[in-house]
Structures are given as structure tokens and as C-alpha cells.
């Protein structure tokens, strides 16, 4: 099955200054690749997604590249600012005959310091 | 509309006693699925269903049961709850085919002692 490595397990930036995290994944057959925030005591909400069929998708300061053949995706986060602080994750579909299982990294904890 | 609802928000449960966590979702999705997070472990898969009267089994299954009666509910039960099982649990929840998104509910605080 689909398997998800992700680094750094912690990171810690100067406000304003960018974030990136590396998410690796095992299965060439998975087409989905989702990035979650989650706060402190809340649930994780999607910020982000890319498919396969795109190699970079961007929503404001928030960005997302996608390395098909070297199999791994990547979090551009520019101009930290304090609010960025929580666990991201990342993830993968895993194609099965109904839908699609989410495979999830083990997350980063980004601190931005003010 | 209410998105993912779970109840209980915390549960203490004592080693061998059985319960049942809720989840429920008003989005009409097809796709349900109960995750647990532990520290340092991400979010592991433990079942999900794509529809009424079908689930299947996720990353770890053992000690869980889950059925899928009605589109809304997908309910997750501990047979015999044991220590390991000490986690927060996720239900989320999303459409099958026309967006992979998953919507999480607001989580299941559970301790076993």
C-alpha cells in the first residue's frame, strides 16, 4: 500500500520568513496529494491540494509543487506570519476500486516566531 | 448545514469496557471514514465506507467495528477497549467522485485507563 514520509518533523522560522515541507510517497499510482493545517485542539481543515495532472498550484501565500517522477510533493508557505504556527500534514490517495483512501504523513510542527 | 458532527468531545472508558462513538453528516457524502491521531503517528486510517452497507478496513482495524445503516451516520465501536486504544479519533467525511476533500468533525477525545 501507499506509504507517506514527511520532513522536517519540526520547523521552526522567523515571521516573514518562508517554510517549506517535503512530503515523499511510494505508490505511482496515487493521483491526489491534499495538504491539512491543524491548530492546536481543532480539527484538520484542507488548504491546499494538487492532483497529477499539475506540477504547481498556488492560493495566495500558499504554495504546492508536485515531482511525479521523483514521486514527492513539497509546502511553500512565504511571509510566515504568526497564525501559520500549527501541524501540517500531508497526504495521498491511494486508488482503490471505490474512491480513494488518504494516506497521511506523520506532520510537521511549524512555529513562526514573532 | 452542521458539516461532521462526533459526540461524545471526551470519553474516559476503564480496560474491557465496550462503546460506541458517533459521527454524523448532513453534506449527503458518500465516502465516510474514522481516523485515530497520536503523536508523532499523523492520521491513521482505521475504516471506512463508501456507501450505505459498505465498509471496509483501514490502516489499523483491529479492536474497531464500524457499520453503515444510513448515508448521514457511520458510527465507530470499541469492543473492549484497552489502553492502546487511548487517541483522538476523526470522523471526516466527502463526496466519491466529484471532490476528494475530506471534511474532518471536531474529534473524540478518549482515555483508557
Known amino acids: 500500500g501507499e506509504n507517506v514520509e514527511q520532513h522536517p518533523s519540526t520547523l521552526s522560522v522567523q515571521e516573514g520568513d518562508s517554510a517549506v515541507i517535503k512530503c515523499t510517497y511510494s505508490?505511482?499510482?496515487?493521483?491526489?496529494f491534499p495538504w491539512y493545517k491543524q491548530e492546536l485542539g481543532k480539527r484538520p481543515q484542507l488548504i491546499i491540494d494538487?492532483?497529477?495532472?499539475?506540477g504547481e498550484k498556488k492560493d495566495q501565500r500558499i504554495a504546492v509543487t508536485l515531482n511525479k517522477t521523483a514521486k514527492h510533493f513539497s509546502l511553500h508557505i512565504t511571509e510566515t506570519q504568526p497564525e501559520d504556527s500549527a501541524v501540517y500534514f500531508c497526504?495521498?490517495?491511494?486508488?482503490?476500486?471505490?474512491?480513494?483512501?488518504?494516506?497521511f504523513g506523520a506532520g510537521t510542527i511549524l512555529r513562526v516566531k514573532s | 448545514n452542521a458539516g461532521v458532527t462526533q459526540t461524545p468531545k471526551f470519553q474516559v472508558l476503564k480496560t474491557g469496557q465496550s462503546m460506541t462513538l458517533q459521527c454524523a453528516q448532513d453534506?449527503?457524502?458518500?465516502?465516510m471514514s474514522w481516523y485515530r491521531q497520536d503523536p508523532g503517528m499523523g492520521l491513521r486510517l482505521i475504516h471506512y465506507?463508501?456507501?450505505?452497507?459498505?465498509?471496509d478496513q483501514g490502516e489499523v482495524p483491529n479492536g474497531y467495528n464500524v457499520s453503515r445503516s444510513t448515508t448521514e451516520d457511520f458510527p465507530l465501536r470499541l469492543l473492549s477497549a484497552a489502553p492502546s486504544q487511548t487517541s483522538v479519533y476523526f470522523c471526516?467525511?466527502?463526496?466519491?467522485?466529484?471532490?476528494?476533500?475530506?471534511?474532518f468533525g471536531p474529534g473524540t477525545r478518549l482515555t483508557v485507563t
Open positions: 494538487i492532483r497529477s495532472n499539475v
Open positions: 497526504a495521498a490517495s491511494e486508488k482503490e476500486e471505490y474512491g480513494n483512501k488518504l494516506v
Open positions: 465506507s463508501v456507501g450505505a452497507g459498505i465498509t
Open positions: 505508490d505511482s499510482a496515487s493521483n491526489y
Open positions: 471526516a467525511s466527502s463526496y466519491l467522485a466529484s471532490s476528494y476533500e475530506q471534511y
Open positions: 453534506m449527503n457524502h458518500e465516502y
